[in-house]
């Protein structure tokens, strides 16, 4: 009982014990360590498709929504601002086929029913058609 009393009792936590470095690390294993996303590119999402990782803003969200008969079908979200649970997808046929073939869409989107991709397909084929005089437009 004299040995609680005769010792100081820290009211710090333990970080102040492992030193001063301690709070360079960084804040998880998540964390990105890259000079890319330390240099301010903007929030980072994953391809459903590809799994490539990507800023937002090159990277297409896609979200479930019903039509007027109920049945759920997969929107683009070009403002990024639709309510619900989003994917994202580089706007590139390839990466579409990857993720249908895959399931992925349904994963994402937590949805265990079939999803009509179509809307998301025609988007895909504009951005394409549009992307540069160079290329060949998708029919």
Excluded: F
Aim: glycine content about 12%.
């Amino acid at each position: 009982m004299t040995s609680r009393m005769t010792r100081p009792v820290a009211r710090r936590g333990r970080l102040s014990a492992a030193g001063p470095d301690v709070r360079l690390l960084p804040l998880s294993r998540r964390t990105p360590r890259t000079a890319k996303a330390v240099s301010g590119v903007g929030p980072v999402r994953t391809c459903v498709g590809c799994r490539a990782t990507g800023p937002r803003s090159a990277l297409l969200r896609v979200v479930v929504a019903t039509d007027a008969a109920g049945v759920p079908a997969l929107v683009v979200d070009a403002g990024r601002r639709m309510p619900g649970r989003g994917a994202w997808l580089h706007p590139d046929p390839g990466c579409l086929e990857t993720a249908e073939r895959r399931r992925a869409l349904g994963r994402a989107l937590r949805n265990a029913g079939l999803l009509d991709v179509s809307a998301v397909r025609r988007y895909v084929a504009e951005q394409q058609g549009m992307s540069g005089p160079g290329q060949i437009p998708a029919s």
